[in-house]
């Protein structure tokens, strides 16, 4: 009895390092059961591409120029439900994690995934099934402990990243210095940490901010 050859998985890959797109269709196209039938280099670029070839994976990166990961995912979910989505990030931060997890992702693998692995992680998703590495899935659990910033502390402590001290900070948001050190106190208390050197350290850490490169 012959058997019926499988339609390969339909994927578009996005990822703003053109090295990295090119390896990764490579290394995708070399699988029997796989198709590349698109690639961008950016957010909305990569929800074009979706539009126009109706994938069934994506692998998508976190951060990209036009629009972000968690964006693109967002779009997707409104437009084309259908599209299961794995981010493959170079970040492994809590935050990063649970951002993505919350806003669609089936997986989440970091770039340095071995083949194998991310080739068995796109099966298992196309099939319906969730993926997450054990590293993201210890950063989850320690991001589901911890306690959640809100909108204003997240601006806050991204101008503290950013250098600027509580005066800086009071005139850019338009408030006064003393709720500034109010939302300073709390930013201290909710990381657990004593001085805004270790509440950088602990954000780029847990990916609550990010340092372009």
């Not at 690639?39 to 979706?50: D, I, M, S, V």
């Not at 503290?160 to 003393?178: F, Y």
Request: proline share 4%; with cysteine.
């Amino acid at each position: 009895m012959t058997a019926v050859a499988q339609t390969p998985i339909r994927i578009l890959l996005a990822d703003d390092h053109p090295i990295v797109l090119e390896g990764l269709s490579a290394l995708v196209s070399r699988a029997p059961d796989m198709d590349v039938v698109a690639e961008a280099k950016n957010g909305r670029e990569a929800l074009e591409q979706a539009a126009r070839h109706h994938p069934d994976v994506a692998l998508i990166d976190l951060r990209m120029p036009e629009m972000d990961g968690v964006s693109v995912m967002l779009a997707l979910r409104e437009h084309a439900p259908e599209v299961r989505v794995v981010i493959l990030s170079t970040f492994s931060g809590d935050e990063d994690v649970y951002r993505a997890l919350r806003a669609g992702a089936r997986a989440y693998l970091l770039k340095d995934t071995a083949r194998e692995e991310l080739l068995s992680c796109i099966r298992s998703v196309h099939a319906g099934a969730a993926w997450v590495s054990p590293a993201a899935a210890a950063r989850l659990t320690a991001r589901l402990g911890a306690s959640e910033l809100t909108p204003r502390e997240q601006e806050v402590l991204a101008l503290i990243a950013a250098g600027r001290n509580n005066r800086e900070i009071a005139d850019q948001l338009r408030v006064a210095e003393g709720t500034v050190k109010a939302h300073v106190n709390r930013i201290l208390s909710k990381l657990h940490v004593s001085s805004r050197a270790e509440a950088i350290t602990v954000a780029v850490r847990r990916g609550l901010v990010h340092f372009d490169t």
